[in-house]
């Protein structure tokens, strides 16, 4: 028989120490004194060594159970808080929120969403799981995320889309380059430039997958860089140009530094969407976040960084 004890052996042993004798104790533990006896002979056999003694009528504890009452309270006071956790989850008071979208940029637009968020739920924790960017909806679906921001449409019977908000990509050149004062750009156009992108692989890249693939159409030269903010002042001074979001270089464009503008004639634009996992009821803390990023979206708040 496996000899493992239990919690309840711990709490026994821990009241009979505190209280001296089996007659407190077992009034404490709302036992029989003949059934605490037998529950702590039942200990001691499942040891294989005495745990107290008795003397004139008091228990006093041997050298083993002095080390297992060293152990009891650790262990039972992380008991009482794990159910109280565990209480807190059920209620939706507390938890984790773990997030990542298909973009690098994502704490541009965090703290805009955070700071609304936690003076509702204080105690729920919001977390960016950055190396789920690239395929967060597979995290999604290995259990690693509880929401996905995504701008890749997609039909899954496991997961659920709530629209966000619609953005557009555009071109951005300096004011001096050859394309400034075009009124749209095409495919064709960026045959002879210089691409600034992000580092993706071209299956990763929007321009590629929408535009330059399906027109076969290859810049003259491309160039992956990891940040936003360098890939526009690359822009800046000529060295190229790139496509990104129109409301992340608005502040560029209207100081009149950069120009944006339209890819192909009709625009280029994106639906943005929450994926989660399909449940009947999700938590109250999940639908709120979702519902802070559609009323904090890029349209209104200039703040999802991402192409």
């Given amino acids: 028989m496996p000899r493992h004890l239990e919690v309840r052996h711990l709490r026994l042993i821990e009241t009979v120490a505190r209280e001296g004798g089996i007659t407190k104790a077992a009034h404490r533990l709302h036992l029989t004194q003949s059934a605490l006896s037998h529950q702590l002979r039942d200990i001691e056999e499942k040891l ?56 690098y940029t994502c704490y541009h637009w965090l703290p805009a969403v955070l700071k609304p968020f936690q003076e509702v739920f204080p105690r729920i924790e919001v977390r960016i799981v950055a190396e789920a960017t690239r395929r967060p909806v597979e995290a999604l679906l290995d259990g690693r995320l509880d929401l996905a921001v995504i701008s890749t449409a997609m039909r899954n019977r496991n997961l659920t889309f709530k629209p966000l908000f619609r953005d557009e990509l555009v071109v951005i050149a300096s004011p001096e380059h050859r394309l400034a004062s075009r009124p749209y750009v095409t495919a064709k156009d960026l045959a002879e430039e210089h691409l600034l992108v992000y580092a993706l692989p071209n299956e990763e890249l929007t321009v590629f997958q929408k535009v330059l693939v399906p027109a076969g159409v290859k810049p003259r030269q491309v160039s992956r860089v990891e940040l936003t903010e360098a890939i526009i002042e690359m822009v800046k001074a000529g060295l190229g140009v790139s496509v990104m979001a129109g409301w992340a270089v608005a502040p560029s464009v209207e100081a009149g530094r950069l120009r944006a503008l339209p890819l192909t004639a009709r625009g280029l634009h994106r639906q943005w969407s929450a994926a989660m996992i399909r449940h009947k009821a999700p938590p109250p803390y999940l639908r709120k976040f979702v519902e802070l990023i559609a009323s904090h979206s890029p349209a209104q708040q200039k703040a999802l960084a991402c192409a």
């Fill in 48 to 103: 294989g060594i005495r745990l107290f003694i008795r003397l004139n009528k008091r228990m006093l504890l041997t050298q083993a159970g002095e080390r297992l009452l060293t152990a009891a309270p650790l262990v039972l006071d992380e008991l009482r808080r794990a159910e109280e956790d565990i209480r807190q989850i059920a209620l939706h008071r507390e938890g984790l929120l773990r997030i990542s979208t298909e973009c």
